[in-house]
Nanobody, 114 residues
Framework: QVQFVESGGGLVQPGGSLKLSCAVT????????MSWYRQIPGKDRELVAT???????TYTDSVKERFTISRDDVKAMLFLQMNNLKPEDTAVYYC????????WGPGTQVTVAS
């Protein structure tokens, strides 16, 4: 069974940094295109960043030049380095395979406030 466990969230001031981690249980992890998503209460979940198995990355416009997605295929881990954080980045962050999914991990809360 596929599982995702996100960690690394917290409270940070505007302009600060956080690094999110996601431990993935998936025997096919190395072949997967993986993504980070975020969700604000009352709004749809938003795709933030994606990394293909070959390392190619894409980002939503609002986080380009600030966020970096990476992966460790040996440890089956996904990461999101977030720099120059803004209040509008406040959300619960989730990792998952790219595309529709019926299973989501618990997420990790990121709050950007002074």
């Amino acid at each position: 069974q596929v599982q995702f466990v996100e960690s690394g969230g917290g409270l940070v001031q505007p302009g600060g940094s956080l690094k999110l981690s996601c431990a993935v249980t998936d025997i096919s992890f190395t072949a997967r295109t993986m993504s980070w998503y975020r969700q604000i209460p009352g709004k749809d979940r938003e795709l933030v960043a994606t990394i293909r198995a070959n390392g190619f990355t894409t980002y939503t416009d609002s986080v380009k030049e600030r966020f970096t997605i990476s992966r460790d295929d040996v440890k089956a881990m996904l990461f999101l380095q977030m720099n120059n954080l803004k209040p509008e980045d406040t959300a619960v962050y989730y990792c998952n395979r790219y595309g529709p999914s019926s299973y989501w991990g618990p997420g990790t809360q990121v709050t950007v406030a002074s």
